[in-house]
């Protein structure tokens, strides 16, 4: 049974820097993508950042030169290290992996973590 453990939301305060963590068990190989997705009040899920096991990045435009992706591939496990936190950062950030990159691929989601930016 696939399972994605997340860890590291939080508090903070406008520019500060926060780390997520995600863990996954139950797949027993190099997870094709593995990423996260944010979701603010009163808004749709939107994608953070994507990470394939190849080492291929993809960040929202709202994140780049802020948010850098990492990833385990022995362990299944992705991170995110979010720098210069603003208001609007603020989301339920969901850890995501894909367990193949065809038709028949799954996607599994973490539960989520509350990332909450403000002074």
């Known amino acids: 049974q696939v399972q994605l453990v997340e860890s590291g939301g939080g508090l903070v305060q406008p520019g500060e820097s926060l780390t997520l963590s995600c863990a996954a068990s139950?797949?027993?190989?190099?997870?094709?993508?593995m990423g996260w997705y944010r979701q603010a009040p009163g808004k749709g899920r939107e994608l953070v950042a994507t990470?394939?096991?190849?080492?291929?990045?993809n960040y929202a435009h709202s994140v780049k030169e802020r948010f850098i992706i990492s990833r385990d591939n022995a362990k299944n496990t992705v991170d995110l290290q979010m720098n210069n936190l603003k208001p609007e950062d603020t989301a339920v950030y969901s850890c995501?992996?894909?367990?193949?990159?065809?038709?028949?691929?799954?996607?599994?989601w973490g539960k989520g973590t509350l990332v909450t930016v403000s002074s």
């Open positions: 995501h992996v894909r367990t193949s990159l065809a038709v028949e691929g799954v996607d599994y």
């Open positions: 990470l394939t096991g190849r080492g291929e990045t």
């Open positions: 139950g797949i027993g190989y190099v997870i094709p993508i």
